[in-house]
């Protein structure tokens, strides 16, 4: 007889805190997405609240937690702290069993990940030193452009002559940004350019790590189509995205707390 439980991702991020709660058959019965904000332990403690009654659960249903996540030491009820790698890598696989490498870019990191044919972590590579190809590079400049997040990917793809950002810094591309405005470019070419600014950081790290395809992309930036169609074209190849790419490491998370908890 199958013991009814469910368990519990939680990741913490810079920008945004996400929450998953899965079933015994490994299917995702809740999701939450809050604004991590400046009170890290304060967010983990609302979002597990929350992710849980909105499907009618209470702390005392979840058999294990893992946290993940920039924020994961100020998750008190979490049984176990792991890295984001493993869960974003764990999570990528729930959603594309068959991928080889993932690109996760977050608020203020981005991070490429190379799979063996297992699905075990074979290397990495990691940038968390600057804002530069990151979503807070995005939300800088969607801020100078005076357009939401949501409202990027669409002009990047109606772009007919995308102009190049020659730097990745935020505070020299906003520079170049508001020079560009001033100079009266499109809204939709300035868009490509950062778009391509993006990718480039994210195509040297690839190659560094000779990723092979199947190519799976989360992180809150995966749902911006035009960073995605530039990541196509300097990969030459297609660049799959689960339907919410933002909560990929809550669900890797949640996974290994199942697992986790078959051992105790």
Not at 38 to 44: F, P, S, T, Y
Not at 179 to 200: F, N, R, W, Y
């Amino acid at each position: 007889m199958i013991e009814l439980g469910f368990f519990a991702g939680i990741d913490i991020g810079s920008q945004t805190s996400k929450a998953v709660i899965i079933n015994e058959q490994k299917e995702i019965v809740s999701r939450w997405i809050l604004k991590t904000g400046a009170d890290a332990r304060g967010v983990a403690e609302k979002i597990f609240e929350q992710v849980l009654s909105h499907v009618g659960l209470s702390k005392k249903d979840v058999t294990y937690c893992v946290g993940t996540g920039y924020g994961r030491a100020n998750i008190p009820y979490a049984d176990k702290q792991i890295t984001e790698i493993t869960c974003h890598a764990k999570g990528a696989l729930y959603f594309f069993p068959g991928a080889r490498s993932v690109i996760d870019v977050g608020g203020q990191d981005s991070k490429v990940i190379k799979l063996d044919k297992n699905g075990k972590v074979l290397d990495f590579s990691m940038n968390e030193k600057c804002a530069a190809g990151t979503g807070r590079f995005l939300e800088v400049m969607a801020q100078v452009l005076e357009i939401t997040l949501a409202e990027m990917g669409r002009l990047a793809l109606q772009s007919t002559n995308k102009i190049h950002i020659s730097n990745t810094c935020t505070v020299f591309a906003e520079s170049e940004v508001i020079s560009q405005i001033h100079a009266g470019t499109p809204k939709s070419d300035i868009i490509a350019g950062l778009c391509e600014a993006i990718v480039s950081r994210l195509k040297n790290q690839a190659h560094r790590l000779k990723i092979t395809r199947p190519v799976v992309m989360t992180g809150g930036v995966a749902r911006n189509e035009g960073v995605v169609r530039a990541l196509e074209e300097a990969l030459s190849c297609e660049i799959l995205v689960p339907e919410e790419p933002q909560i990929a490491g809550a669900v890797g998370a949640a996974l290994l707390a199942k697992e986790l908890s078959a051992k105790l």
